[in-house]
T-cell receptor, first 111, second 115 residues
């Protein structure tokens, strides 16, 4: 059974800092991994999707990496801004279209 | 291109009642998945519909049921509501045949409160 863990559960940083969010998964037989952003009480916004054959994906100030063999992914946020404050969720797809999510990392960026 | 939409935005029910939640998938997407997200938790997979057939189910009791229509929109029905059913219900759509990406696109969710 696939299990996804995200560390840390919460993170508070000053504006401008670079930061890394971590995601680990127990079964390396994944099809892809997606990072999402969720604002309080809202739906999920897809940030980056990494296929199992890829090592990283970049979008603006965001960079996600994937090491399938070790069951790890990281989301790097450069030059953080208060508008980045949200919960970040990692989800893995084992090929059946069913996503298995972690509990998320709640990020607060202080002005 | 229209994104994933869900209705209603929120609703309040009492224990034992029944509820129907609705989802319209993104244009051209033939696969719809439903997730339940309790407060402070990650979303949990309920079930998925592909071309009007159930295509996988998570660890949820039979009182959670669904439908997918020819236009690929979908309903989630929950009977005999319990207090623990209070959660944000999320719908996601994808089109696995069109590309290898299988990216899933989520709607804004329906907040269900059971009193």
């Amino acid at each position: 059974k696939q299990e996804v863990t995200q560390i840390p559960a919460a993170l508070s940083v000053p504006e401008g800092e670079n930061l890394v969010l971590n995601c680990s998964f127990t079964d390396s037989a994944i099809y892809n991994l997606q990072w999402f952003r969720q604002d309080p009480g809202k739906g999920l916004t897809s940030l980056l999707l990494i296929q199992s054959s890829q090592r990283e994906q970049t979008s603006g100030r965001l960079n996600a990496s994937l090491d399938k063999s070790s069951g790890r992914s990281t989301l790097y946020i450069a030059a953080s801004q208060p508008g980045d404050s949200a919960t970040y969720l990692c989800a893995v797809n084992g090929g059946s279209e069913k996503l298995v999510f972690g509990k998320g990392t709640k990020l607060t960026v202080n002005p | 291109e229209t994104g994933v939409t869900q209705s209603p935005t929120h609703l309040i029910k009492t224990r034992g009642q029944q509820v129907t939640l609705r989802c319209s998938s993104q244009s051209g997407h033939n696969t719809v998945s439903w997730y339940q997200q309790a407060l402070g938790q990650g979303p949990q997979f309920i079930f998925q519909y592909y071309r009007e057939e159930e295509n996988g189910r998570g660890n949820f009791p039979p009182r959670f049921s669904g439908l997918q229509f020819p236009n690929y929109s979908s309903e989630l029905n929950v009977n005999a509501l319990e207090l623990d059913d209070s959660a944000l219900y999320l719908c996601a759509s994808s089109i696995p045949e069109a590309s290898s990406y299988n990216e899933q696109f989520f709607g804004p969710g329906t907040r269900l409160t059971v009193l």
